[in-house]
Structure formats: structure tokens, C-alpha cells
């Protein structure tokens, strides 16, 4: 098969041509100019012209005689080797020039970007499948590295970690006093809304000072907590997950690896020892704002004193409900730590797999957040408390 047409630019008119060099190879021959701009055949009719003769079983290219190239000419190569891979036909592409042989291995080489274009689906047991063997790996990965998490912890309790002091100071002052802000925000409101709904429904029976029991208990028992751990998640938890993904995709994590130093010491247990010692504090801070929400509508809404709402509330929490909260918060900031080092380390090394790490991270923790506090609650439950 030989087609020509003139090209738009100064040089030869491209050719092609496809010949039968034994009856099982075809070879395909480009002369002239190959530029995108030169209307460029069809990959098809290669195919096409194959296809008139007996079964290829290699394909060969010769281009010794293109003068001129552009990326036309890889763009029609990669469809021709594509279409090749399909028909399980054997290539070779020592024909082309050297620069287009290192285009072609880098379009390969590079993924294709995932896009809203169709393609053909696997059979729905084959998804269902992937999808059990991704989610079972991604189990396992998750308890290897809390698995990792606790030995460091153990030697840091033997005193054999690598942890720079001043890396755990700046770590708690980002996940410590400077989330007061946000912390106090969302547990004053948290607490007025609390007392209001609480209000509402209980002034139909007359039983307006308690309002003050259902705020504290509450607050101390579940919502101050949970609503912490959600606070941090979003805030540190994702910070941490966009901090060691972008040290992935500098690769800074495995100059740290090839220098002997663990990443699980040097940059994981920091910041878990970080959350561990302030999310307990932000939990305590947090039940007083909510408490303190609650008061301001009962005093305002219902006439209370505040004598009699902060006495109420006295009697109403016990130390039981108290010690739950801060043992809640003591797991949700490992689970906060753990999940955003996780996910920042196991990010991919581009801008986007570091948003993608860091959303990730977020959804993950509030997840877990609340699976483990149903947890709790049927545990505490049965333990009658």
C-alpha cells in the first residue's frame, strides 16, 4: 500500500508503505516528513492493508528515510503498536529514530491520567474481586504500619528511639494551642445546640434544669471527644498527611531510609506522641467551652442561675464519664496520628496524589473516629457503664 499527499511544509511528502518481507512480517516504511500538521494517515489502513495477506505474526518499521518529525509521527506510532499489543503481534520498534524510541517508552512508561472517558468493563465478579483484594491489602498494609507504630513506641519506652525533642515541641504547639481556636468554636456551639434542643423538649415537662445533665454528660461522655478528634482529623490529621507526602514526592522518606534513620522514629512518633499528650487536653477544654455553651442558653432561654446550672452540672458528671472521654480521646489521637503519617507516606509522588493522600487521610480518621466509638459504646455498654 502506498499513499501520499504534499505536505505543509518545506521537505519531502510523507509515504507509507507496508511491505511483506517474509510472509509472517510486515514492515512498515515512513518517508518524508511526518509532522501533525501534515494531515497524517489513518493507523487503520496499516492494519487494513495487514489484513489483505496471510496472518503477521511480527511487525517491523524502517524510517531511514524520514527527514523531518515531529510528535505526529509518535502519536501515529503508539496507535500501530496499541493496535499491534491487541492483536498479539510482536513489534519492533529499532526502526525509529532514537528520539522517538525514548517518547515511546516514556508514553508507556507514564500511567494514563484517569478520565470521564468509557472503557471496557470487567465482568462484575472480576470488580468484586479486585475490590476484595485491594481493600484486603490495604488492611494489611494499615496493620503493618500501626504494628511499626507500636514498636517505636516500645522503643521509645526503652529509651533506643531516634526522636529529636524539638521536632515533638513543634508538633504539639501546631496540634495544641493552636487549635484552641477552632476547638473553642465548634464545642461552644456544639453546646449551645445541645442545651437549645434540650430546652426545647424539656420545658413540655417542667424539667428545664436539666438541661444542664444532658449538656455535661453529654459533652463529657461522647461529644467533646468526638467532636476534638473530627476538629483534628480535618486540621492535623491532614497536615500531617500533606507534610510527609510532599517529603515522598521529594523523596526526602527514602534519604532518611538510606541514611539508617527510620522514618517510623524520626517522623511518625513525633507526631503521635504529639496527639497522644494534647488531645486529652483539647478534650478537657473542649467539655468546659461546651459547657459553658450550655450555660449561656440555659441562663438566657430558661431563667437558671448560674449557681444552680453549674451545681446541676456538678452532680451530673460523674468521674466515670469523664475518664471515657479521655480515654476516647487518648485512641482517636493515635488513630489521628497513625492515619495521616500513614497516608502521607503512602502517597504517590505528584501534586495530586498529595491532595488525594491528604483527603484520604481526613476520611479515614472521622471514619475510624466513629466506628471505634460505636465500639466503645457496645463495650462500655455491656460493662455496665
Same mark, same amino acid.
Given at each position: 500500500m502506498t499513499r501520499a499527499w504534499p505536505s505543509t511544509t518545506v521537505g519531502r511528502p510523507w509515504t507509507l508503505r507496508v511491505e511483506r518481507t517474509r510472509p509472517e512480517?510486515?514492515?512498515?516504511?515512513? #518517508?518524508?516528513?511526518?509532522? %501533525?500538521?501534515? !494531515?497524517?494517515?489513518? +493507523?487503520?489502513?496499516?492494519?487494513?492493508?495487514?489484513?489483505?495477506? +496471510? +496472518? @503477521?505474526? !511480527?511487525? #517491523?518499521?524502517?524510517?531511514?528515510? /524520514?527527514?523531518?518529525?515531529?510528535?505526529?509521527?509518535?502519536?501515529?506510532?503508539? %496507535?500501530?503498536?496499541?493496535?499491534? %499489543?491487541?492483536?498479539?503481534?510482536e513489534s519492533d520498534r529499532a526502526g525509529f529514530p532514537d528520539g522517538a524510541q525514548r517518547l515511546l517508552h516514556l508514553a508507556e512508561a507514564v500511567p494514563e491520567k484517569q478520565t470521564g472517558r468509557a472503557r471496557a468493563q470487567p465482568p462484575w465478579l472480576a470488580r468484586i474481586g479486585a475490590r476484595a483484594t485491594a481493600t484486603w491489602a490495604g488492611i494489611a498494609t494499615g496493620l503493618s504500619f500501626l504494628?511499626?507504630? /507500636?514498636?517505636?513506641?516500645?522503643?521509645?519506652? !526503652?529509651? $533506643? *528511639?531516634r526522636v529529636r525533642m524539638?521536632?515533638?515541641? /513543634?508538633?504539639?504547639?501546631?496540634?495544641? +494551642? $493552636?487549635?484552641?481556636?477552632?476547638?473553642?468554636?465548634?464545642?461552644?456551639?456544639?453546646?449551645?445546640?445541645?442545651?437549645? @434542643?434540650?430546652?426545647?423538649?424539656?420545658?413540655?415537662?417542667?424539667?428545664?434544669?436539666?438541661? *444542664?445533665?444532658? @449538656?455535661?454528660?453529654?459533652?463529657? !461522655?461522647?461529644?467533646?471527644?468526638?467532636?476534638?478528634? &473530627? &476538629?483534628?482529623?480535618?486540621?492535623?490529621?491532614?497536615?500531617?498527611?500533606?507534610?510527609?507526602?510532599?517529603?515522598?514526592?521529594?523523596?526526602?522518606?527514602?534519604?532518611?531510609? #538510606?541514611?539508617?534513620?527510620s522514618p517510623m522514629e524520626f517522623l511518625v512518633l513525633p507526631r503521635m506522641l504529639a496527639l497522644i499528650m494534647m488531645m486529652p487536653l483539647l478534650t478537657i477544654y473542649a467539655d468546659l467551652v461546651g459547657i459553658l455553651g450550655g450555660a449561656v442558653v440555659g441562663m438566657a432561654m430558661l431563667g437558671l442561675g448560674s449557681a444552680e446550672y453549674f451545681e446541676q452540672t456538678r452532680g451530673a458528671v460523674g468521674l466515670t464519664s469523664f475518664f471515657i472521654g479521655i480515654c476516647k480521646s487518648l485512641v482517636f489521637g493515635v488513630v489521628v496520628a497513625l492515619v495521616g503519617?500513614?497516608?502521607?507516606?503512602?502517597?504517590?509522588?505528584?501534586?495530586?496524589? /498529595?491532595?488525594?493522600?491528604?483527603?484520604?487521610?481526613?476520611?479515614?480518621s472521622i471514619v475510624l473516629i466513629i466506628v471505634i466509638d460505636g465500639i466503645f459504646a457496645v463495650v462500655l455498654n455491656v460493662l455496665g457503664l
Open positions: 512480517v510486515a514492515c512498515v516504511e515512513l #518517508t518524508g516528513v511526518w509532522r %501533525k500538521e501534515d !494531515r497524517l494517515p489513518d +493507523p487503520s489502513e496499516v492494519w487494513r492493508e495487514i489484513q489483505a495477506g +496471510p +496472518p @503477521v505474526q !511480527r511487525l #517491523t518499521f524502517d524510517t531511514s528515510r /524520514v527527514t523531518d518529525w515531529d510528535s505526529g509521527l509518535v502519536t501515529f506510532a503508539i %496507535k500501530v503498536l496499541e493496535e499491534a %499489543k491487541a492483536r498479539r503481534v504494628g511499626e507504630g /507500636v514498636l517505636a513506641l516500645g522503643a521509645l519506652l !526503652r529509651g $533506643r *528511639a524539638s521536632d515533638l515541641l /513543634v508538633v504539639m504547639q501546631d496540634s495544641g +494551642p $493552636r487549635a484552641l481556636g477552632i476547638v473553642s468554636l465548634i464545642s461552644f456551639l456544639i453546646g449551645l445546640i445541645l442545651a437549645f @434542643v434540650g430546652a426545647v423538649q424539656l420545658q413540655q415537662f417542667g424539667a428545664s434544669i436539666f438541661v *444542664a445533665n444532658l @449538656v455535661a454528660i453529654a459533652m463529657t !461522655r461522647e461529644i467533646g471527644c468526638i467532636m476534638t478528634a &473530627v &476538629v483534628m482529623a480535618g486540621r492535623t490529621g491532614a497536615a500531617f498527611a500533606a507534610q510527609l507526602g510532599t517529603m515522598n514526592t521529594n523523596q526526602e522518606i527514602d534519604a532518611l531510609s #538510606t541514611m539508617g534513620i503519617c500513614f497516608r502521607g507516606m503512602q502517597s504517590g509522588r505528584s501534586a495530586a496524589a /498529595v491532595g488525594l493522600a491528604t483527603t484520604s487521610a481526613v476520611v479515614t
